[in-house]
Nanobody, 121 residues
Framework: VQLQASGGGLVQPGGSLRLSCAAS????????MSWYRQAPGKQRELVAA???????NYAEFVKGRFTISRDNAKNTAYLQMNSLKPEDTAVYYC????????????????WGQGTLVTVSS
C-alpha cells in the first residue's frame, strides 16, 4: 500500500492550494483518511480527518478555512486550503486507516511521504 501526496507549493498569504492523497495497492476499504502537518521544530499535528461515511473533524486553527473531502471510489482524499497564512507553512502528510482484505479484521495505518506548503510573500 502506498499513499501519494501532491499539490504543495509556494503561495502568497491569503491564497489557496488543494492537496491530494491517493492510496494505491491492496486495499479493501479505508476507514479514515487524515491530513497532518509538521512545521520546522514542531511536532506533527492533526489538521483534518474524514471517514468513509463523510464525517469530518478539523483542528481549531483551520476551521472555516480548510475543507477535507474524499472520493471513495478513487481511494483519494483532498484538502482544500483557503485563506492561507504564513503559520500554515509546513510539510503536510496524509494518513490512512485501512483494511487490506475483507478476510482480515485488522486495520492498518499508513503514512504518505509529505508535501511541502510554503506561505510567504
Amino acid at each position: 500500500v502506498q499513499l501519494q501526496a501532491s499539490g504543495g507549493g509556494l503561495v502568497q498569504p491569503g491564497g489557496s492550494l488543494r492537496l491530494s492523497c491517493a492510496a494505491s495497492g491492496s486495499i479493501a476499504t479505508i476507514r479514515k483518511m487524515s491530513w497532518y502537518r509538521q512545521a520546522p521544530g514542531k511536532q506533527r499535528e492533526l489538521v483534518a480527518a474524514i471517514t468513509t461515511g463523510g464525517n469530518t473533524n478539523y483542528a481549531e486553527f483551520v476551521k472555516g478555512r480548510f475543507t477535507i473531502s474524499r472520493d471513495n471510489a478513487k481511494n483519494t482524499a483532498y484538502l482544500q486550503m483557503n485563506s492561507l497564512k504564513p503559520e500554515d507553512t509546513a510539510v503536510y502528510y496524509c494518513n490512512a486507516d485501512l483494511l487490506r482484505s475483507y478476510f482480515s479484521s485488522v486495520y492498518e495505518n499508513y503514512w504518505g511521504q509529505g508535501t511541502l506548503v510554503t506561505v510567504s510573500s
